[in-house]
């Protein structure tokens, strides 16, 4: 009976600690990437540190697949900057009009072609004093043809 008491304590304790190390993975304000699928973008916390996730958002899972991430900082427009730099580094370009991280409310647009074929890469920004929302989204399009 002890034998079996110790067997199963031991189960359940690994039972758990996998839910643990499951849960710790799938923290929205640890995520080193924003994936899909064969497309991996840097996170923002990637590259400025862990911050508050207030809201993660799904669209459209067939067609024009969407990921919403909204952040709460005290550092904003710090964040932002060495976040759109980083992704003018990688390749980003940056859409419209451009963009001015101090003045608040704002936004800012990036596209990047796809690894799959005919397809692109749009990342949006809404800022505001204390948080902001990334929304990556895969499209049907090439970059510079009309």
Do not use: H
């Amino acid at each position: 009976m002890k034998k079996y008491v110790c067997r199963l304590a031991l189960v359940l304790m690994a039972v758990l600690l996998s839910c643990l190390l499951s849960a710790c993975t799938n923290d929205p304000s640890k995520l080193e990437t924003y994936d899909f699928g064969g497309d991996k973008v840097s996170s923002i916390t990637s590259v400025v540190g862990e911050r508050t996730v207030t809201d993660v958002a799904s669209e459209g899972k067939n067609e024009f697949p969407s990921k919403q991430y909204t952040y709460q900082s005290s550092s904003v427009s710090d964040d932002l900057l060495q976040y759109t730099q980083f992704l003018q580094e990688q390749g980003w370009t940056a859409a419209g009009n451009g963009y001015n991280l101090k003045e608040l409310p704002g936004s800012a647009q990036f596209v990047k072609e796809s690894v799959d074929e005919g397809q692109i890469l749009t990342l949006y920004i809404a800022y505001e004093n204390n948080q902001y929302a990334i929304k990556v989204t895969k499209l049907e399009a090439v970059i510079g043809q009309s």
